[in-house]
């Protein structure tokens, strides 16, 4: 039931290109993605609802394919304050109070 | 503004103590409330939840349990303590069905269980 995000870690260099993704064997409604710095609270970063939509935030944009149950995080000419671990949250129909995440994407930017 | 406060930031107790962290949030009324876990390098592991006051749904067989006796305070207990319950607990609260509203977390309780 947990999604799986794959890669597990990636390491970047400022300005590079990254896209991490979220696959369920579920039927989804709903995607949410989350940051993480070390040894702090996740931070919402933005939720995706059924339909195939995309949504962008700066320079970090998502999309969501129902039909594939998978969700895909795009992380374009990345600062080194993208670093931490990305976290997917799964949501699915009538479970209204439950969102199940994946293990986590660490993201390593370097100067 | 909403705020969420969580206490105690950080906690050492010895195997077979018992447990209480508390959470708490301002600035909303009849939030849904959240208890996860954060193992060592791990992911999210969802606790327990909460639509309402009194309202507790389980999501991991264990020796937690939760409560919620005010509409904006939930509770997270223990009466005996195993060395597996060591980790980062996690409070958090959205308005109503995750499906449309975002998580918003404290800032969590590092619990070592030795």
């Known amino acids: 039931q947990q999604p799986v995000q794959s890669p597990q870690a990636v390491i970047l260099r400022e300005g590079e290109d990254a896209v991490i993704n979220c696959s369920s064997s579920k039927a989804l409604y709903s995607v949410h993605w989350y940051r993480q710095k070390h040894g702090e609270a996740p931070v919402f970063l933005m939720i995706l609802l059924k339909g195939g939509e995309q949504k962008g935030h700066d320079k970090i944009s998502a999309s969501f394919n129902e039909k594939k149950q998978q969700s895909s995080l795009y992380l374009t000419a990345s600062q080194l304050s993208y670093s931490g671990t990305y976290f997917c949250?799964?949501?699915?129909?009538?479970?209204?109070?439950?969102?199940?995440f994946g293990q986590g994407t660490t993201l390593q930017v370097k100067p | 503004s909403q705020t969420i406060h969580q206490w105690p930031a950080t906690l050492v107790q010895p195997v077979g103590s018992p447990l209480s962290l508390e959470c708490t949030v301002e600035g909303t009324s009849n939030p849904n409330l959240y208890w996860y876990r954060q193992a060592a390098g791990r992911g999210l592991q969802l606790l327990f939840y909460?639509?309402?006051?009194?309202?507790i749904s389980s999501e991991v067989p264990q020796n937690l349990s939760a409560s919620r006796p005010q509409d904006r305070q939930f509770i997270l207990s223990s009466k005996k303590l195993l060395l597996s319950d060591s980790g980062f607990y996690l409070c958090?609260?959205?308005?109503?069905?995750?499906?449309?509203?975002?998580?918003?977390f404290g800032n969590g309780t590092r619990l070592t269980v030795t």
């Open positions: 958090a609260w959205s308005r109503g069905d995750t499906n449309n509203s975002p998580l918003h």
């Open positions: 949250g799964t949501g699915r129909t009538g479970n209204t109070g439950k969102l199940i």
């Open positions: 909460s639509v309402g006051i009194g309202q």
